[in-house]
Structure formats: C-alpha cells, structure tokens
C-alpha cells in the first residue's frame, strides 16, 4: 500500500479538499494498525467535522473501516435475515419488543447492540438487567439461536470493523460526535459487516437526539441509506421525533419491564406505535408476508421474547431490580402537559446511574426516570411528574437540578406523530 504523509491529509482535508481512495485506505489502515497517532486522528476528525466528505469519500471510508476487520456470513440460515438500528435516544428500548416481534413473523434478527454513552442508554445495559442474561455469545452460540429462536440481542465481537471502535472512543473525547459523515460511516460500517440482508434506520430527530433539527436528521438518513445500497444491502429509514423521552421508563430494568407490557399486548401507545412501523418495514424488507400488528396480539412475539432470554442464560420469570430510593417530582401548578424535554430526562436518568460517563464505568440496573405523565395530560398542583429511581440517594439532588424546566404545562397540547418521514 502507497505511503502518504498524515499531516498533508489533514492539511487537504482542513482547507476542504477531498481526499483519494488510496489516501482513505492508507489512513484507515494506519491508524487501526497504530502508525498514525491519537492526536493525528483527532485533528482529521476535527476537519471532517468542519469541512465534511462528499458521497463518494464517503463511501471510500466506509469501505475502508469494514475492510479494518472481519465480515459475517448469515446465507446459511434458512430465514431471511434483517436488521434495526437506532441513531439513540432517551426511553428508546424499541429493540427489545421488536426483534422478537419481527423473528414471530419469520425473519432472523442479529441484533449486535451497545452500551449507552452519556444521556443514550444501550440495549446491552438494558437487557443485562435480566437475572443470568449474558451479552457475549460465540459466532456457533448466535447462529443457532438465529435458526433455532429466530432472534438474537449480544454484543457484536471485536473482529467487527475495528477501526470504527478506535476512531468511536476518539469522537467521544475530542467533540466530534455529531459529525454526520462520521456517525454514518460508524453505523453503516458495522452493519454492513455485520452481513444482513436488509437494514431498516430509525432516524431521531430533536431535543434528545444526537441531530437537533429534521433537516439534519434526514440528510444522515439519506447518507445512511446510500452507504447501505452501495453496499448491495436493502436499507430504508424512518426519521422519529426523539422531542420527548418514549414510553414512560427512562433507565435499564424499568424500561425492560416496559418492554414487557409491549409484548404483553399494553405499554405505551408511542413505544406499540413505533416498534409496529419499524417492524413493518422490517417484515417488509425480509419478503415475508406478515402483519406484525397481528402478531403482536397473538402473543408469539413473547414467545420468542421468553425462548430468546432462556437462550442466553436468562430467566424471564425473574424480579427485575428495584432501586433503593425514590423521589417523586411534583407540578409546580395545575396545568396540561405540553412538552417533556428528552435530553434533560436523559441527563437526569444518567446521573441517577443508570447511564456512564466513560466505557469502563459501571450502570446500575434500577436507576432511572419513571415519568408520570405524558404530553397532554392534564395535572393539578403537587401530582407527581415523575419517580427518580437510584441506589445511590446522594444523586438526586443533580438529577432534579437537570429536570429543572424539563416538564412544560400550559393551556393544551398538540398530537405530533412519531414518524416524522421516510427515506427510500
């Protein structure tokens, strides 16, 4: 491979030029192997930010971050394979009624999930809240309950594109997270490794996404989907508004007992909402013949939700943790809810510990926001809001200084769905 000078790439890159196939490839593979440094990588990062990579670049990099590693092969299960994943949000916990929903109606779902960062939480985090449940699974472990369950939620290895792991940990500290090449190379470049059939994108968009504006949102899905096509897999996305947490439970364990109401055939009608349209196109991508509406009332999907828990170790007639502490948010006044800010749920939700603020810390299962309310309820003065959950009571107090102004009441409140548009 053809030797460059890492300084001139990002001399190029910060004026706005655009750089060649073989300098991506040498850079992708330089710093995966080492010889390019941290700071070096950073400062790249910093001008993509700024100054951007056309499609074409794009693509090039995507390329070279799969090629960083291995790539999975699903072609011998005997069902249709076919993914989802989600950019992050506060309450998002849509992968765990759907993944078993969409195995019911007769696909394979790999879902190779995270952790949460920050104000996000990660569906590992969440589903580790199960007594016994375990995330890393073997490549024999995860295939056979593909074919056996139908779908699966682990952890993805650590021969998936590489370098996208090196160059994550690196955004996350030097403010390069929102760059919208960077996050859709990091997405895609997994995914498309990750060997699927099909892909479907929820796309957030507001107050407690990482894209504030739908502009925004639907430029990252149209790169999203381009990277995806190229790449020869069918990908679609749907952008949903993340203005207001989803569901009711903002934490680990609360929100998979949400989860559970979902597949139980209640829950939250945005959270039912959701994971039906998700799961539609998802059914609909995979070629298969389903309605997922159907499905959901006829209790297969928990079903397979029970069979893909037992699989993995766990027990799905077990407690779910409880938190030590509770403190209840009340209204200030009487009033119609009009709006919840998400991020400031999700801050609060982290600082409770059911989020980290580095890799290595630990969560803890039962810390979270339970809300009490939703947009366009009516409250009278001293109702509780919401229930702060934590195992660690010296933390409310910053929890509720981050819900300081989260909760809007007024005259009344407007319906807004919760797809807010699609990309093809």
């Known amino acids: 491979m053809t030797q460059f000078d890492v300084v001139d790439l990002i001399r190029t890159k910060r004026g706005g030029g655009r750089l060649t196939q073989e300098e991506i490839d040498w850079l992708i593979d330089a710093y995966t192997t080492g010889t390019i440094a941290d700071e070096q990588m950073s400062a790249m990062a910093m001008a993509v930010f700024f100054r951007g990579m056309d499609d074409a670049e794009l693509s090039q990099w995507t390329d070279a971050m799969i090629a960083s590693g291995d790539r999975m092969d699903f072609s011998g299960l005997s069902r249709p394979t076919v993914d989802k994943h989600s950019t992050g949000g506060v309450g998002d916990k849509i992968t765990l009624p759907l993944a078993p929903l969409v195995a019911a109606c007769g696909a394979a779902v790999p879902q190779l999930s995270g952790r949460g960062l920050g104000h996000t939480g990660g569906t590992l985090d969440k589903m580790e ?25 682990c952890a993805a290895g650590p021969g998936l594109a590489p370098a996208d792991k090196k160059l994550y940990a690196l955004r996350d500290v030097t403010g390069t997270v929102e760059s919208i090449p960077l996050i859709a190379s990091s997405i895609m470049s997994k995914k498309i490794a990750e060997g699927t059939d099909a892909l479907v994108l929820d796309v957030k968009t507001g107050s407690g996404a990482f894209m504030k504006t739908e502009e925004d949102s639907r430029e990252l899905a149209r790169r999203l989907v381009g990277l995806g096509k190229a790449a020869g897999v069918n990908t679609s996305a749907l952008i949903t508004r993340m203005d207001v947490p989803l569901g009711y439970a903002c934490g680990n364990g609360i929100e ?6 979902v597949l139980a055939g209640g829950g939250p009608s945005d959270v039912v909402e959701l994971t039906v349209a998700l799961a539609r196109r998802m059914v609909e991508a995979a070629g298969l013949d389903a309605d997922p509406e159907q499905v959901l009332a006829s209790g297969a999907a928990m079903d397979v939700w029970r069979a893909m828990i037992r699989a993995q170790g766990g027990d799905p007639d077990a407690a779910l943790p409880i938190a030590k502490h509770s403190d209840d948010l009340h209204a200030p006044h009487d009033g119609v809810v009009t709006d919840i800010d998400a991020m400031s749920v999700g801050i609060a939700a982290w600082r409770l510990g059911a989020g980290r603020a580095r890799k290595e810390d630990p969560v803890q299962a039962a810390a979270g926001v339970l809300l009490r309310v939703r947009p366009g309820d009516r409250v009278v003065t001293g109702q509780p809001l919401a229930t702060l959950l934590t195992d660690a009571p010296e933390a409310v107090d910053r929890a509720r200084a981050a819900l300081e102004g989260a909760f809007t009441l007024g005259d009344s409140s407007d319906c807004r769905p919760i797809v807010v548009g699609h990309v093809d």
């Open 129 to 153: 809240a199960i007594p016994g449940w375990r995330a890393n699974l073997t490549h024999d472990e995860m295939m056979r309950q593909l074919e056996e369950v139908g779908a699966v939620v």
């Open 256 to 261: 998979v007992a949400e989860a559970i109401e």
